[in-house]
């Protein structure tokens, strides 16, 4: 009798014992609850601080002849995000925290034929006429993509149209505009990072000719200044880190963990303009089905 009911006992025991571990193996695709998933699910945006940048848009909504710009207290704590005219072009993508820039051929700027989605550092930003020289410096780096862009159907020597990510580019200073009465302070930029094919391009201005001197180095003309282009490396449609070092005489490019590029020359020593900073999306054609997308992770600028 008691063998029996050791019996029952050890069949009832081991029968409860299947049970609970068929309900544990039947939950086992359920979700699993993260306490934590409504603090996970808060959006991570780029580093990017607005507080020193403008933005060029593509479009002239204001019918002002230019193309519409808003100003770095439009952009701050966010507000970006909420100015209908500048949300189809600059954007978050949340999914990689990352920026967009978003540019077709429309409306282009004063002495350009190009359109651009595009930053203006502001070391003012009540007065985009105070910039800084290379004996201030400054340094720019970034974290950044070509997402997608045209096909060139146009030429031969190229799969895709190509833009420009950063610069930097000189302006004519107020000294100078007041001394020559100059109508326009608008000067060459002085360097270029231009994605083309998947490569890193750097555009440099040099000077034609090294022994201009004096008010003529003022002249921002091709028969003055021309640009020198090197090849730094293919980064095809994937990220990367690039790094622009300004200082008086000196110019050094990184992309990625490689040499630095190192300018130092004549043209540099002669640099006679005020300079700032650029980043973004600056198309570089004209063709009315072109586009291209750029995303930064993050930008920033110290001087």
Not at 108 to 114: D, I, K, V
Not at 119 to 126: A, D, G, V, Y
Not at 138 to 143: A, P, W
Request: charged share 20%.
């Amino acid at each position: 009798m008691k063998k029996y009911i050791a019996f029952i006992f050890f069949v009832i025991v081991f029968s409860c014992s299947k049970s609970d571990d068929t309900n544990v193996s039947s939950q086992s695709n359920l979700p699993i609850i993260n306490v934590d998933s409504e603090e996970d699910s808060t959006p991570v945006y780029a580093d990017v601080n607005f507080s020193n940048w403008k933005i060029t848009l593509p479009v002239d909504e204001n019918n002002n002849g230019s193309p519409d710009e808003y100003q770095p207290t439009d952009l701050v704590n966010f507000g970006y995000q909420s100015l209908a005219p500048v949300m189809p072009f600059m954007y978050d993508d949340v999914n990689d925290s990352s920026l967009v820039f978003y540019t077709y051929p429309d409306v282009s700027t004063t002495n350009s034929s190009y359109s651009r989605t595009e930053l203006r550092e502001l070391i003012n930003p009540t007065n985009s006429r105070d910039n800084w020289s290379l004996q201030q410096g400054g340094i720019m780096e970034g974290r950044l993509k070509v997402v997608d862009i045209s096909e060139d159907n146009e030429n031969n020597n190229r799969q895709y149209h190509n833009t420009i990510v950063m610069q930097i580019h000189g302006i004519i200073s107020e000294e100078d505009m007041e001394a020559h009465n100059f109508s326009s302070n608008n000067g060459p930029p002085l360097i270029k990072i231009r994605w083309i094919d998947g490569f890193i391009y750097s555009y440099k201005k040099s000077l034609v000719d090294e022994n201009t001197s004096g008010d003529d180095l003022l002249e921002t003309s091709s028969a003055t200044w021309v640009d020198a282009s090197t090849n730094m490396g293919y980064v095809g449609f994937e990220e990367f880190n690039f790094k622009i070092k300004a200082s008086i005489g000196k110019l050094e490019l990184q992309l990625n963990d490689n040499d630095p590029l190192v300018y130092e020359d004549v043209s540099l020593s002669k640099w006679p303009f005020e300079n700032y900073f650029k980043a973004g999306n600056y198309l570089g054609s004209t063709n009315p089905n072109a586009f291209s997308y750029v995303k930064y992770y993050n930008l920033s600028v110290t001087h």
